[in-house]
């Protein structure tokens, strides 16, 4: 974003109530974290936990080890 173009939403946000500031607020800390943290899977998504699936080989711990790992790094 351009520098007058920030400048112009800076003044627009100066025209909001408090209540519409602090909503404002919250979509950009919910937005910020999800770039920081994106949504995780939950461990049962990798195994299979109660499908009755699993780790069926060291091939796929191995892939699921891996994937973790390139999530940390994202």
């Known amino acids: 974003m351009s520098?007058?173009?920030l400048k112009d939403l800076?003044?627009?946000l100066e025209q909001l109530d408090a209540e519409d500031k602090l909503a404002l607020l919250a979509l950009l800390a919910e937005?910020?974290?999800r770039q920081i943290r994106p949504e995780r899977r939950p461990l049962?998504?990798?195994y299979g936990l109660g499908a009755g699936q699993g780790f069926k080989t060291?091939?796929?711990v191995d892939t699921f080890i891996q994937e973790e790992?390139?999530?940390w790094e994202r």
Do not use: E, G, H, T
């Open 69 to 71: 790992r390139a999530s």
């Open 10 to 12: 800076a003044q627009q």
């Open 58 to 60: 060291a091939v796929d």
């Open 31 to 33: 937005s910020l974290r």
């Open 3 to 5: 520098s007058s173009a």
């Open 44 to 46: 049962s998504a990798y």
